[in-house]
């Protein structure tokens, strides 16, 4: 059996598709693959991509845009693996970076320089060397200083620098607080009544070429409205700035959010609580229509070229961190369900409070549950995935997936307590490719001296 897209594969009805995870026979598949079959492979703790999830998420964000001139700049710190890159590659993505280092993967995966954003606050002088190199589209500039220096980097080496302020629009994204940018009080970006005046600036600089306006107002932002807030705050100011300079792009940014919670539990099964049922139906996501269809009015009258830098979006619900119960550990107040990963592989639970969904790869065959606490091997009180959840019992040995662990998840990977970096795999319709080896114990000490 072949399948063209993962979301044609006969399911029970789902409030909405946000990823190609599903059971079939009592087995928790990828696409047409069964995770038991790449967990056996490959070991745990191993992430899973579903590379038709990925795709279907850029493809769908792309023909939304529909006839408004744009360029998808793929967040690449959300998961900088090279074959999601190559991927998006071929699609004909560009990429948002935030370092000469993931310039480097982008080029070694076939991406095109000329469609890369450059951003971040504290870009170095051989940073903006390499990417005046290669020629990138434009530098996302954050403060007078750094415009300042890429001017002076840039004479050096006898060029224009194509760039864009990031202006922070003061709008709250409503998110967590480690997530939100676009308020006065973060280090992104430069004040809206602050940006016209580094503009005149700019313009006066002999190797500095304006190109665009940027923001990006923070992540996991489930809710149309600070988007077009932001937008309609920044549009007299492109406007004044269309008068006197050749824009050519608007940057939106990225921050759309994905579902965390629930998002299997509309599936078919009576083995699902009653709470999980009824955060699959309240828990509905920005959906990438929804989105477009509110920004796309206020974009219409800038009348530039839209650039978007979506990460999690694109890549969140596409992957899941696969692990395996250890032990199964019962104290006087708690369960403990001790699993193979820990806070080095996915740190979101330690970092931003966040919920991941956990489910059984082997589907559940009956209702029998248990409250506990899902952690990780780490010494580390904050090392562990779910407190005080109601969970299917689980048993040593069982094969468990944390559920849209595809963005910001190996990339902040550590090896804390000296673990190897977890395996990466890619799954594309019936096949399955590793993408990234285990490390091994020698990895750990490489380049350390004595
Ligand atoms: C992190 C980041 C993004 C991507 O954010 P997501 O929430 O993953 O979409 C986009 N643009 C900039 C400038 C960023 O720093």
């Known amino acids: 059996m072949t399948r063209k897209s993962p979301f044609l594969v006969p399911q029970p009805p789902l409030p ?50 529909g006839e408004i001139d744009h360029l998808i700049c793929y967040a690449v710190k959300a998961n900088s693996n090279r074959a999601i890159l190559r ?21 070694a995966a076939g991406g095109d320089p000329q469609k890369c954003t450059f951003a971040g606050v504290g870009k170095s002088q051989e940073e903006i060397e390499y990417a005046l190199e290669q020629r990138v589209l434009s530098f996302n500039v954050e403060s007078e200083a750094e415009l300042a220096y890429i001017d002076r980097v840039a004479r050096g080496k006898d060029v224009r620098a194509p760039i864009a302020l990031r202006v ?33 600036r700019a313009a006066a600089m002999p190797n500095i070429a304006i190109h665009g306006v940027q923001m990006h107002i923070g992540s996991q932002i489930t809710d149309a409205t600070p988007f077009v807030e932001a937008i309609r705050k920044v ?26 919670e629930s998002s299997m539990a509309s599936g078919s099964g009576d083995w699902w609580s009653e709470k999980d049922r009824v955060r699959a139906t309240t828990n509905l996501p920005l959906t990438i229509h929804d989105y477009v269809a509110a920004i796309s009015p206020p974009l219409r009258a800038i ?57 059984p790869v082997r589907e559940p065959s009956g209702p029998a549950r248990a409250c506990v606490d899902v952690v990780g091997p780490v010494c580390e009180s904050g090392d562990f995935f779910a407190q005080d959840r109601d969970l299917p019992e689980m048993n040593e040995g069982d094969l468990v997936a944390l559920m849209s662990a595809g963005a910001y998840g190996f990339v902040m990977a550590s090896n804390y307590n000296s673990r190897p970096l977890p395996a990466e795999a890619l799954v594309r319709g019936e096949t399955f490719s590793l993408i990234r080896e285990r490390q091994t114990m020698e990895d750990l000490v490489r380049g350390e001296c004595e």
Do not use: W
Request: proline share 3%.
């Open 16 to 65: 909405f598709r946000v990823h190609s995870f599903r059971y079939h026979d009592g087995s928790l598949h990828c696409e047409g693959v069964a995770l038991e079959r790449v967990a056996e492979k490959y070991g745990t703790p191993l992430y899973v991509y579903s590379a038709g999830t990925i795709l279907d998420h850029y493809r769908r964000l792309d023909s939304a845009l």
């Open 87 to 107: 991927l998006l590659a071929d699609e004909g993505a560009g990429f948002d970076i935030v370092s000469g280092g993931e310039l480097f993967r982008v080029l």
């Open 168 to 200: 922070n629009p003061d709008v709250d994204a409503g998110t967590h607080r480690y997530v939100s940018t676009g308020r006065s009080e973060n280090k992104f970006g430069i004040a809206l009544e602050r940006v016209s005046e580094i503009y005149e």
């Open 235 to 260: 549009t007299p100011l492109i406007q004044h700035l269309k008068e006197r300079y050749a824009l050519e792009f608007f940057s939106v940014g990225g921050g759309v959010g994905i579902v965390y």
């Open 303 to 359: 009348g530039l070229r839209v650039l978007l830098e979506p990460g999690r979006l694109l890549v969140g619900n596409a992957g899941v961190l696969l692990t395996r119960v250890r032990y199964i550990k019962q104290t006087e107040h708690k369960k403990f369900v001790i699993v193979d990963a820990g806070m080095n592989d996915l740190i979101r639970p330690a970092l931003y409070q966040s919920y991941h969904e956990i489910v």
